[in-house]
């Protein structure tokens, strides 16, 4: 079967750093999507890696390990606002998207 | 206006009830889709229309039923449903099939 998984929950410090990783078994891939999602809130399109490597925008930067099927999220200089959940998502090979159960960050003053 | 809107944002029904929820995008795209979001699990999608007509059911129960009269448009219906279909219920929208998903804020729906 296809299965992504993440953390349930992690915790940091206001204007530290924080990895958020996610592995991924997948039938084809076809680019891994982060989203964020703030509590009774939509998700929102944070990134999207289909070639290996970093892609950076901002405070986030994500990357992606096609061989190992792995992704993760970086978040710096952590701001109170970052608190939220953060889902990992791939497509197959059908243009699917497969969701990870997503990454509850609390950042903590 | 906000890209995807979703009404009502809350909704409480018995089994008995008959409610539809709705979705409309503004974004000018030609994919719609409803998702089931419970606590600690991953997303479900539970349908998709792509270009008004329906690409996918995944197995859900006929107590719902959608419809996607264009393509600004989604409705989900709902009808005897059990308490186990409480949940945060998401609409979104992504132009084609390989797109980034649009979402909605969600209707949060409970069943009595």
């Known amino acids: 079967g296809q299965n992504i998984d993440q953390p349930t929950e992690m915790t940091a410090t206001e204007g530290a750093i924080v990895q958020i990783n996610c592995t991924y078994q997948?039938?084809?891939?076809?680019?891994l999507f982060w989203y964020q999602q703030h509590a009774g809130e939509a998700p929102t399109f944070l990134s999207y890696n289909v070639l290996d490597g970093l892609e950076e925008k901002g405070r986030f930067s994500s990357f992606l390990s096609r061989s190992k099927g792995y992704s993760y999220l970086l978040l710096k200089e952590l701001q109170m606002k970052d608190s939220a959940s953060y889902l990992c998502a791939v497509r197959d090979r059908n243009y699917q998207l497969i969701w990870g159960a997503g990454t509850k960050l609390i950042i903590k003053p | 206006e906000t890209g995807v809107t979703q009404t009502p944002r809350h909704l409480v029904m018995g089994m008995t009830n008959k409610k539809s929820l709705k979705c409309e995008q503004h974004l000018g795209h030609n994919a719609m889709y409803w998702y089931k979001q419970s606590a600690k699990k991953p997303l479900e999608l539970m349908f998709v229309y792509s270009l008004e007509e329906r690409v996918e059911n995944n197995s859900v129960p006929s107590r719902f039923s959608p419809e996607c009269p264009n393509s600004s448009h989604l409705f989900l219906h709902l009808h005897t449903l059990q308490p186990e279909d409480s949940a945060l219920y998401l609409c979104?929208?992504?132009?084609?099939?390989?797109?980034?998903?649009?979402f909605g804020e969600g209707s949060r729906l409970t069943v009595l």
């Open positions: 997948t039938s084809g891939f076809n680019g």
């Open positions: 979104a929208s992504s132009q084609g099939d390989a797109g980034e998903l649009f």
